[in-house]
């Protein structure tokens, strides 16, 4: 399976920015998704995730500001974050929760203060 993660971009701090990642292979839709970050110098954390059946979850410094969706029949997994702040600048992964497939090369969201 390949990932392509699009969609990234510079904002300003309190903006909006939605990223996407779009699959190929048919394993995606039996996949429960998640969202990734990596900050320079960080780990890469698991931020979002949704399931098969739509059961979502967020880790606490993006809820209630991110939401991730699915779209099964296009294989593409989303992320709406808004009033974005300059923490979250990183690139964005997606991939399975046990990050099962070749991670791609991510795309960059930087927030400015």
């Known amino acids: 399976v390949q990932l392509q993660a699009f969609g990234g971009g510079l904002v300003q701090a309190g903006g909006s920015l939605r990223v996407s990642c779009a699959a190929s292979?048919?394993?995606?839709?039996?996949?429960?998704m998640g969202w990734f970050r990596q900050a320079p110098g960080s780990r890469r954390e698991l931020v979002a995730r949704?399931?098969?059946?739509?059961?979502?979850g967020y880790t606490e410094s993006v809820k209630g500001r991110f939401t991730i969706s699915r779209d099964n029949a296009k294989n593409t997994v989303y992320l709406q974050m808004n009033s974005l702040k300059p923490e979250d600048t990183a690139v964005y992964y997606c991939?399975?929760?046990?990050?099962?497939?070749?991670w791609g090369q991510g795309t960059l969201v930087t927030v400015s203060s």
């Open positions: 991939n399975t929760i046990a990050g099962s497939f070749s």
């Open positions: 949704v399931s098969v059946t739509g059961v979502i």
């Open positions: 292979g048919s394993t995606f839709g039996r996949a429960t």
